[in-house]
C-alpha cells in the first residue's frame, strides 16, 4: 500500500482499517512511506500493533522508503529495529 500525506490522529483510523489482514492466512505488508511528509506518535503506535497482529499470523509489515524526517521518527523511537524498514520499494517487495 502507498502512503501520502500525515500520518496523525486526523487519519489513523483509516490507517489501521487499512493494515488489517486479520482474515488473511499469512498476511505480508508493504507500505510504501515515499510521499509520507509527517508522523507522529499516532502512527508509530499503528505500525507496531499492525506488526504484532500480522506476527502473530505468520506475515510480517514492512516500511519501504520513510523520507528523511519519517525515518528519524522511526530511529528516534526504535521502530527501525523492530520492523523491517527498507531503503525502497523494490527491496522492500523482494524477499
Not at 500493533?49 to 509489515?61: R, V
Not at 523511537?77 to 520499494?89: F, S
Amino acid at each position: 500500500m502507498t502512503l501520502a500525506g500525515e500520518i496523525d490522529h486526523h487519519t489513523g483510523d483509516t490507517l489501521r482499517q487499512a493494515l488489517d489482514a486479520s482474515h488473511t492466512p499469512r498476511p505480508r505488508v508493504v507500505v510504501d512511506l515515499h510521499q509520507v511528509t509527517f508522523m507522529d506518535s499516532s502512527g508509530i503506535n499503528i505500525f507496531i500493533a499492525a506488526h504484532h497482529t500480522l506476527s502473530e499470523a505468520d506475515g510480517w509489515l514492512r516500511l519501504a522508503a520513510p523520507g528523511e524526517s519519517v525515518m528519524r521518527t522511526l530511529n528516534i523511537v526504535g521502530v527501525d529495529t523492530l520492523i523491517d524498514c527498507r531503503e525502497t520499494l523494490r527491496q522492500a517487495l523482494g524477499n
